[in-house]
C-alpha cells in the first residue's frame, strides 16, 4: 500500500539560504508525518501564478517569506484575524481550492519568550522598537498576553501612533499604550523596560538602536527578531548594559511549528529542533 506525501513550500526570493526546509523535515521525522517540503524560487513578477501552479500539482500549504508576505496577504481569499492585524501573511493553507491567509510570526514570538526563554510578558513593561511590518505582526499577540505597558518607539513618531492605534481599537483592559521617539529613547529618562524587542531591520544592516542603559531594567530581556552567526549589534548594545539577550532564531523556529500544527494538527517538540540548530551553527 502506498502513502502519499503531502506537499509544502516556502515561496521567496532569494531563498537558497532558507533554514525551513530543515526545520520543517526534523518536525516530519519527529511526528512521523507522510509530507515533503522544499524552497521555490518564485520569480518576482509571477508569485500569485507561482502558488497557483503549486496548488493544481496537489500542494498542501507553503510558508511565504520575503518579499511576498503582501502579496499573500492579497491572493488569501480568507485570512485569519492575525493575518489581518499583520497586513501580512506567511502561512498559506489550501483547502477546497481556497486560499487560507495567516500570520504565525507574532504567535513565534511569543511562544519563544514565554515558553524557550522562560519570561512571563504578562504584567511587564514591553518596549517595541520599530512600527513597519514585523512590529505591527507582533502586535496582538503580545497584547494577549496583558502587559502592563506597550510603548512602541520608531524614528517616525507619525508611524508610532498609527500602530499605537491599531492597538486601542483591540480594547484590550489594563494595557497602558504609549508611543516614543528613538532619539528620546537614546537620551534617555523615559523609563525602564523589562523586555525590550526589536522589530526594527537595523541589525540587518549591522546598526543598532541606540537606547540610553537607565532604559534597561534590572533583569532586563533584550531580543532582537534577526537571527546569525553572532550576536547582532542590538544584541551587543543592550549586553553592554546589563541585559539578557535573545537571537530571532527560536522565533524562526516557533512560527515554523504554529505553521505546521495548522497544515497537520500536530504540534512538534521545538526545543529539540532548537538545540540542533543552535549546536549546528556552533559548530
Known amino acids: 500500500m502506498s ?19 530543515l526545520i520543517h523535515g526534523l518536525f516530519a521525522h519527529q511526528t512521523k508525518q507522510a509530507m515533503s517540503y522544499q524552497t521555490y524560487l518564485a520569480p518576482l513578477d509571477q508569485f500569485a501564478v507561482s502558488v497557483q ?8 500549504g507553503a510558508n511565504v517569506t520575503v518579499p511576498f508576505k503582501l502579496e499573500a496577504f492579497d491572493l488569501a481569499q480568507t485570512l485569519s484575524e492575525r493575518a489581518q492585524v499583520a497586513g501580512a501573511v506567511n502561512t498559506l493553507l489550501f483547502r477546497d481550492g481556497q486560499i487560507i491567509g495567516d500570520n504565525t510570526d507574532g504567535a513565534g514570538l511569543v511562544r519563544d519568550i514565554t515558553v524557550n526563554l522562560r519570561r512571563s510578558l504578562q504584567g511587564a513593561r514591553v518596549l517595541l522598537l520599530g512600527a513597519g511590518g514585523a512590529a505591527r505582526g507582533a502586535l496582538l499577540p503580545l497584547l494577549q498576553q496583558l502587559p502592563a505597558q506597550l510603548c512602541i518607539a520608531n524614528r517616525s ?16 483592559d489594563d494595557v497602558q499604550l504609549s508611543v516614543l521617539s528613538l532619539d528620546a529613547l537614546a537620551q534617555g529618562g523615559v523609563g525602564q523596560f523589562d ?11 549591522q546598526e543598532s538602536v541606540m537606547i ?14 534577526m537571527y546569525g552567526d553572532v550576536a547582532t549589534p542590538f544584541m551587543r548594545m543592550a549586553q553592554s548594559a546589563g541585559a539578557q539577550t535573545a537571537d530571532g532564531l527560536g522565533m524562526l523556529v516557533e512560527q515554523a511549528a504554529e505553521a505546521f500544527y495548522l497544515w497537520r494538527g500536530v504540534r512538534p517538540d521545538t526545543a529539540l529542533v532548537l538545540a540542533q540548530l543552535r549546536g549546528d551553527r556552533q559548530a
Do not use: R, W
Request: aromatic letters at 8%; glycine letters at 6%.
Open 3 to 21: 502513502v502519499k506525501t503531502d506537499a509544502y513550500v516556502v515561496f521567496g526570493n532569494p531563498i537558497a539560504h532558507s533554514k525551513s526546509p
Open 53 to 60: 501552479g503549486f496548488m493544481q500539482l496537489g500542494g498542501c
Open 157 to 172: 513618531v507619525e508611524k508610532a501612533e498609527t500602530l499605537c492605534a491599531l492597538a486601542a481599537s483591540f480594547e484590550i
Open 195 to 205: 523586555v525590550i524587542i526589536n522589530a526594527t531591520s537595523a541589525s540587518l544592516q
Open 212 to 225: 540610553a542603559s537607565d532604559v534597561f531594567a534590572s533583569d532586563c530581556l533584550a531580543y532582537d527578531m
